[in-house]
C-alpha cells in the first residue's frame, strides 16, 4: 500500500479527488500495455500481499490503479466469489450502472506475470457471477425451540466469532448483550447451507445490527477484527482463565483482575483465602479444564450406577446435557437419577456421596437440598434458569489410562463386590511420582421425584439457549410458565402434567424436537 501521506500528496498533484484512480507510485517501468488496467481487491488478499503484487506488475509494464476508478478493466481478486465481488463493486458505485470489467481470479494475474504480458481471459479465470434473485434467502422461526439444530454447522467462522463476542459479553457481566449473541448463533447454526452474501440474512429472526457487523467483517475479510481484537485482550485472557477455576463466577474473577490477579500463580500468591470449591479448582485447574470424553462420561456412568443399585434398588440414571444430545465431548458431567415409586427418592443423595466417598471416588463434594414446594415455588416463583432439586456438585477421581476406563465398566458390572473393589482400588492407588494415573472430572448428580423427571430431563437436555427459548416461548406465546420442575397454565391457572418430553412439547403447542437436533 502507498503511505496514506504519500496517498494524498498525489492526489493534490494529480488533481485526483479520492474516488478516481490512483496509480501505484515508486516504479519507473513504462506502461506496456494501456488497453489493460488492473485494480487487485485488498479483500482477503490483505495490504501487504496486495502492494507486493502491485508493484510486481508495474514492473512488468502493467498499468495498476491505487484506487478503484472507471478507468479499471480488470478486477483481480483472491479468495472471493463473483457474487461477493460484484457485490463490492457495486458498493463502489452506489449501484449505478459501471463500465463493465472483467472479474477474475488471482490463476489469471499470477500467469499473465509469467507470460510477461496479459493472457487471454477464458471461463477459468473468471468469477462466477451469480444472480441475486438465484441465491438462496434463509428462512428460519423466530424462536430457537421451533427449529431443528443438529451437531452439524455450516458456519463455524461466523458462529465461533459471535460466540467468542457472546462469552466476553457474559464474564462482563452483560447478559443482555451475551443472550443476542447467542440467539445471532442460533440462527446461523441451524441453517443448511453456508452464508456467502448478507442478502441471504434478509428477513432472518435475532440478527441485530452488532451480529450482523461482525458477519459482514467475516464474509468481507475473512474474520471478524472485533472478535481477533476481544481474543488477543489481556481483560479476556484473565477473566477466562480465572472463571476455569471451579467455583469461581465473572463477579469474583472481575474483582480479582482489579487487584491486579491476572494468572494462577498470582493467585496462589496473593494473600486470598479461597473457599473449597475454589482451593478444589485451583489444585485440579488442568484436568478440569480438559474436555471430558464420552468414553470417560460412560464409565463415570458405570460407576453411578453401581452406587444406585446399591443404596436403592430401582432407581434409575439417564447422562444429560450435550452428552444426550450426541456431544463427544464436553466440559463435564451430567446425571438425572429418579425412582419409579414417587417419594423413594427422598434422602438418596446422601447415600449415594457416601457409597462414592467410602469407595474413594470423590476429590469434592456439595450437596443441596430438595427446597422446590410446587404451591410456593410453582407459578408465584419468577421465571428462572435455576431449579430447586436435591443436587451434588462433585469432582470424581477418575482413571485415565485406557484400560483402566475399561476395567471400570468390566468389574463395576461383574456383580461381585470384591471385584468392583479392585476397580476402585485401581483409580485410588497412590502417584508414582512421574505419571500420574487418574484425573479429576467435574460430576454433578440431580435427583427428580418421578413426577418432575420428564420436565428435568427436558431442562437438564440443554442446549442453554433451547431452554431459554422454550420458557420465552411458553411465557410469550402461551401464557404459561414452564421450570424443570413443572408446566403451569396461567390462563386455566393449572398445573399441566406430563409424563415425558413429548407431552410437553405438546401442551406448549409445539413439533417435538429429539435432543439430537437441540444444539441451538
Known amino acids: 500500500m502507498v503511505p496514506l501521506k504519500r496517498r494524498k500528496l498525489l492526489s493534490t498533484q494529480t488533481g485526483n479527488n479520492g474516488n478516481s484512480g490512483t496509480d501505484v507510485i515508486g516504479v519507473k517501468a513504462p506502461v506496456k500495455f494501456p488497453d489493460v488496467v488492473i485494480f487487485l481487491l485488498e479483500r482477503k488478499m490483505g495490504a501487504s500481499r496486495r502492494a507486493f503484487l502491485s508493484q510486481l506488475a508495474a514492473k512488468n509494464g502493467f498499468h495498476v490503479q491505487e484506487t478503484f476508478s472507471g478507468m479499471v478493466t480488470h478486477v483481480v481478486s483472491e479468495g472471493n466469489s463473483g457474487a461477493e465481488v460484484g457485490s463490492w463493486l457495486d458498493s463502489q458505485t452506489d449501484g449505478s450502472a459501471h463500465r463493465p470489467v472483467h472479474l477474475l481470479d488471482m490463476s489469471w494475474f499470477t500467469q499473465s506475470m509469467k507470460a510477461g504480458r496479459p493472457i487471454d481471459i477464458t471461463d477459468t479465470h473468471r468469477l462466477q457471477q451469480v444472480d441475486e434473485s438465484e441465491v438462496e434467502v434463509f428462512s428460519v422461526p423466530s424462536f ?97 482463565l480465572l472463571t476455569g477455576v471451579f467455583g469461581v463466577g465473572c463477579k469474583t474473577a472481575d474483582r480479582w483482575i482489579r487487584e491486579g490477579i491476572l494468572s494462577l500463580q498470582q493467585l496462589t500468591d496473593s494473600a486470598h483465602s479461597l473457599n473449597r470449591a475454589q482451593q478444589a479448582g485451583v489444585d485440579h485447574y488442568d484436568d478440569l479444564n480438559q474436555p471430558v470424553t464420552k468414553a470417560e462420561a460412560d464409565s463415570i456412568s458405570v460407576i453411578v450406577e453401581k452406587a444406585l443399585v446399591t443404596v436403592l434398588p430401582g432407581a434409575t440414571m439417564t447422562l444429560i446435557g450435550g452428552f444426550r444430545r450426541g456431544k463427544q465431548t464436553g466440559h463435564d458431567v451430567d446425571f438425572l437419577i429418579t425412582h419409579p415409586e414417587e417419594g423413594a427418592e427422598v434422602g438418596l443423595m446422601p447415600r449415594v456421596v457416601s457409597w462414592l466417598q467410602s469407595k474413594g471416588f470423590l476429590l469434592y463434594q456439595k450437596t443441596t437440598r430438595n427446597s422446590y414446594l410446587e404451591a410456593k415455588d410453582g407459578p408465584a416463583r419468577p421465571a428462572s434458569n435455576m431449579d430447586r432439586f436435591e443436587r451434588c456438585f462433585s ?72 431452554e431459554r427459548e422454550l420458557r420465552r416461548w411458553a411465557g410469550h406465546e402461551k401464557s404459561m410458565s414452564l421450570s424443570s420442575h413443572a408446566l403451569y397454565d396461567s390462563t386455566q391457572r393449572t398445573y399441566l402434567r406430563a409424563t415425558s418430553e413429548e407431552e410437553i412439547f405438546t401442551h406448549l403447542g409445539l413439533e417435538f424436537i429429539p435432543p439430537s437436533e437441540r444444539n441451538a
Open 144 to 240: 430457537a425451540c421451533q427449529r431443528r439444530t443438529t451437531l452439524e454447522n455450516h458456519n463455524t467462522v461466523l458462529t465461533d466469532a459471535l460466540s467468542l463476542l457472546a462469552e466476553m459479553a457474559e464474564l462482563s457481566a452483560e447478559e443482555g448483550r451475551g443472550v443476542a449473541f447467542r440467539r445471532a448463533c442460533a440462527v446461523l447454526k441451524c441453517l443448511n447451507e453456508p452464508v456467502t452474501a448478507m442478502s441471504q440474512l434478509r428477513g432472518l429472526p435475532c440478527l441485530g445490527e452488532h451480529s450482523l457487523r461482525v458477519i459482514q467483517d467475516i464474509l468481507e475479510n475473512g474474520a471478524s477484527s472485533e472478535a481477533e481484537s476481544t481474543k488477543c485482550s489481556e481483560r479476556f485472557k484473565a477473566l477466562k
Open 395 to 466: 469432582i470424581f477421581k477418575l482413571d485415565k489410562q485406557g484400560p483402566g476406563l475399561q476395567s471400570h465398566t468390566q468389574r463395576a458390572t461383574d456383580g461381585e463386590g470384591s471385584h468392583f473393589g479392585d476397580a476402585v482400588d485401581s483409580v485410588c492407588e497412590p502417584e508414582n511420582g512421574q505419571i500420574k494415573q487418574w484425573r479429576a472430572v467435574r460430576v454433578d448428580l440431580v435427583v427428580s421425584p418421578i413426577s418432575q423427571f420428564p420436565f428435568a430431563l427436558l431442562g437438564w437436555t440443554g442446549s442453554k439457549l433451547f
